[in-house]
């Protein structure tokens, strides 16, 4: 069965700082991976996807995930983080058609 | 296009009462979800569509019902609301069937239950 764990609930960066955020899938085929964004009181919007192709994905917003199958992770990455990069941020997997799992979310704060 | 659009963005209801949460799509899509977000456990599936005239179970059904009335547009509705159901619900579409389309999400629909 299909699953998706994020390791933390609250990361916080400095302004200009690495943002790195976890996600762990588990799947028994070949998943397709997304990075969803939360921004305060709005839907999700999509970051970036993982479809099969190259393992290094970039999105919106300078972000960007590789795929590692062999550490069945996805983690979302920004080289310098941004204010407006505040945001609560959903790793979800789709391993059967119709059917997205999601992450329990993990909340970036930028300090200043 | 608006996308997905969901009525109402907030709603206050006493247990026992009933409601019905609108949601409707422009983009075409065939397949539409239900979702409610509680703190620190992500999005949860209450239903989904996978195309006009079809709906079926997702993670957390119990106590919620569905229509998909047309392509168009997924209603999801609370017969005796409790509680429990105090939550924001979200309506999302996509198009296609093979797993790595993308979903678009309604603004949301924030409800609390007395």
């Known amino acids: 069965a299909q699953s998706v764990t994020q390791l933390g609930s609250h990361v916080s960066v400095s302004e200009g700082a690495l943002v790195l955020l976890r996600c762990n899938y588990s799947s028994s085929v070949p998943p397709y991976l997304f990075w969803y964004v939360q921004y305060p009181n709005q839907g999700l919007q999509l970051l970036l996807k993982?479809?099969?192709?190259?393992?290094l994905v970039k999105g919106i917003n300078g972000f960007e995930a590789e795929f590692k199958k062999s550490e069945t992770s996805f983690h979302l990455t920004k080289p310098s983080a941004h204010m407006s990069d505040a945001a609560e941020y959903f790793c979800?997997?789709?391993?059967?058609?119709?059917?997205?799992?999601f992450g329990t979310g993990t909340r970036l704060k930028v300090l200043a | 296009n608006a996308g997905v659009t969901q009525t109402p963005k907030f709603q206050v209801l006493k247990t026992g009462q009933s409601m019905t949460l609108q949601c409707a799509q422009d983009?075409?899509?065939?397949?539409m979800y239900w979702y409610r977000q509680d703190p620190g456990m992500g999005l949860r599936l209450i239903y989904y569509s996978a195309s006009e005239g079809t709906t079926d179970k997702g993670e957390v059904p119990n106590g919620y019902n569905v229509s998909r009335l047309n392509k168009r547009e997924f209603s999801l509705r609370l017969e005796s609301a409790a509680p429990s159901q105090t939550s924001v619900y979200f309506c999302?579409?996509?198009?296609?069937?093979?797993?790595?389309?993308?979903?678009?999400f309604g603004p949301g629909t924030r409800l609390l239950v007395l």
């Open positions: 999302a579409s996509l198009t296609g069937t093979s797993g790595k389309e993308t979903q678009y």
């Open positions: 979800a997997v789709s391993e059967i058609p119709n059917k997205y799992i």
């Open positions: 983009m075409n899509h065939n397949s």
């Open positions: 993982y479809t099969s192709a190259a393992t």
